[in-house]
Every structure is written in C-alpha cells, then in structure tokens.
C-alpha cells in the first residue's frame, strides 16, 4: 500500500475515534423507571380483579393470589388507593399490598382452612368493583 492510503486509513480511524467519544460522552443514561402519579376516579367497571391459580388446597397452606387493577376512564391504573377485599369469614386474607401501586395494582394472598367455593369482591371505600371472582378450596 502507499502512503496516500496509510494516512487516509489512519485519518478515518481517529475521525471514527473521536466521534464515537462525542457520542458516548453527550449520551444521557437513566435508571430506574419513571414515576408517574395519577390522581383521575377510578373507574369501577374498567377495574377487574383475577386470582391464580383460582384452587387450592384447604387447610391453610396453600394460597390463591388475588391481584385487583383499580383503572379510570382511560384504562389507566390509579395509585394510592387503599383496597378491601369483601370475602366469607372462612376465608383468611393476608394484605400483600393493599394501597394500590402506580399501576393500579393491589395485591392479596388468601387461604382457608375450610373446603368450598368462595365468592371474592374487591372494595374501594363503600364501593365494590363490578366484577366478582369465584375461587375454590379442597
């Protein structure tokens, strides 16, 4: 090769060099997730709850997961809201997250000790969601 081409390969490397460095060093990194609040009613019949697995065993040591979305008009989740959930007595209720996350999202383990289907409800004040959710024990 000649000189011309040695020089002008080496003439790109350090451009490419130099401006790989001005793009790394004006490049913005962030961590974590926006936190967005979102202070709109919530919405009952946009709201749901569902449970998995929707059995289990009774006697106490298994639970049923029950995970409650509160969501306003527009479909979105509504935080800081504090969740009841409206169950038998025979049920055992265990508040993972009862204020509701940025998502919505409020969480319950329950548990009997008592074979039967039960019929669960999530209640938002005096208030209850429109849907209801059947889980079984045996």
């Given amino acids: 090769m000649s000189n011309r081409k040695y020089l002008a390969t080496i003439i790109f490397l350090l451009v490419?060099?130099?401006?790989?460095?001005?793009?790394?060093?004006?490049?913005?990194?962030?961590?974590g997730?926006?936190?967005?609040?979102?202070?709109?009613?919530?919405?009952?019949?946009?709201?749901y709850l569902f449970a998995s697995p929707i059995q289990a065993k009774a006697g106490g040591d298994e639970k049923i997961r029950i995970t409650v979305f509160l969501l306003d008009s527009r479909g979105l989740g509504v935080s800081d809201q504090k969740v009841d959930l409206v169950v038998k007595p025979d049920l055992e209720i265990e508040e993972v997250q009862a204020l509701s996350d940025d998502n919505g999202r409020a969480v319950f383990d329950i548990s009997s000790g008592m074979v039967g289907t039960y019929e669960v409800m999530a209640g938002l004040g005096a208030k209850s969601l429109v849907q209801r959710i059947k889980v079984a024990f045996h």
């Fill in 33 to 47: 997730r926006a936190n967005s609040t979102n202070s709109n009613p919530v919405l009952l019949e946009n709201s």
């Fill in 16 to 31: 490419a060099l130099i401006a790989s460095l001005f793009l790394t060093l004006k490049t913005t990194v962030f961590f």
